[in-house]
């Protein structure tokens, strides 16, 4: 079996673009590696933002479809976003984010590691977590971020799921992607890697109704495939199983695989390469607007139909 390779990168919904830029770049200090648009809606934004590299691992992407509504929480969805930060760092972070008014909870321990809650602007719920390993990913510390190197974040620490049937699921990551069972706890199931970075705790929630997509849901979760190879054999892997997936779609800076898991949360399988410096600069990343060759033709009209991005505030 061709198992993934850990967390790629996790897609959310925004509400409006220059709030969410604010946010994440200016009081998160992530970098936003790619300013581009939703090849599938190119009047709406795509935002990546990411370590100073972009590295596969570290990405939390944006579409602002500020016109949605709220999401309907339930089975299906994906609820929550974690990000790694260094150790003792959430006394900093906590600090922080109250003086920019965000709303947070109180630090926990969930499987052994400290967590911060907290919701974004837009509503999506997230967690910075201290890891009590290193992550096992590159990362590159951004000179231009607000947040002293020592307190960033360092990448995608993973998501949680709700599940109708849990089963189901567990049986799809384990035996089609090669995930591990790593505990349980307080109704928690997680699932990740020995050796790769990104997990994905389950809870069972049969009781509630179907999940459905809004402003401050997560859209997808990505996984890593190092190249085309290993993603076309995931891909058989997944369609032997009864899944689903898309033809591969040239995303540019990565290909991706689409489809849905058995309880319905939509999977991607992206591959590492060829990365977000093939049209940029590195010392330039997502300082204007980047689209792919195909959407060129139409970059005056695009323009003209995306509101206008000034620097994080």
Do not use: C
Request: net charge negative; charged share 20%; no cysteine.
């Amino acid at each position: 079996m061709q198992r993934v390779n850990g967390l790629h990168h996790i897609t959310a919904i925004a509400g409006p673009a220059q709030e969410n830029l604010d946010f994440y770049a200016g009081v998160l200090g992530m970098r936003l590696v790619k300013k581009s648009v939703n090849q599938d809606d190119p009047g709406t934004y795509h935002l990546f933002y990411a370590d100073a590299e972009g590295h596969p691992g570290t990405d939390l992407t944006f579409f602002p479809w500020a016109q949605l509504a709220p999401p309907r929480m339930g089975h299906g969805l994906a609820v929550e976003v974690s990000l790694e930060v260094p150790p003792d760092s959430l006394g900093f972070w906590g600090s922080r984010l109250e003086k920019y008014g965000a709303q947070l909870g109180s630090i926990e321990t969930s499987f052994g590691d400290k967590v911060l809650p907290l919701v974004d602007p837009h509503g999506l719920r997230l967690a910075l977590v201290e890891s009590a390993s290193a992550a096992r990913r590159p990362f590159t510390p951004w000179d231009g971020s607000p947040v002293p190197v020592e307190h960033q974040v360092r990448g995608l620490y993973g998501a949680q799921l709700w599940e109708r049937n849990l089963a189901v699921t567990e049986a799809f990551l384990t035996a089609v992607l090669g995930f591990q069972r790593l505990g349980s706890e307080n109704g928690w199931t997680r699932y990740g890697f020995a050796d790769a970075a990104g997990i994905v705790d389950l809870r069972e929630t049969p009781g509630t109704q179907r999940g459905a997509w809004g402003v401050g849901s997560v859209h997808h979760l990505a996984w890593r495939v190092e190249d085309d190879d290993e993603q076309l054999a995931v891909r058989e892997q997944v369609e032997s199983a009864g899944g689903q997936p898309t033809p591969v779609i040239d995303r540019f800076w990565f290909k991706s695989v689409y489809f849905r898991e058995p309880g319905g949360v939509l999977f991607e399988l992206a591959t590492d390469g060829p990365g977000f410096a093939i049209d940029e600069d590195r010392s330039h990343l997502g300082e204007t607007l980047i689209l792919p060759p195909w959407l060129e033709p139409s970059r005056q009209e695009i323009e003209e139909i995306l509101p206008p991005l000034r620097p994080a505030a």
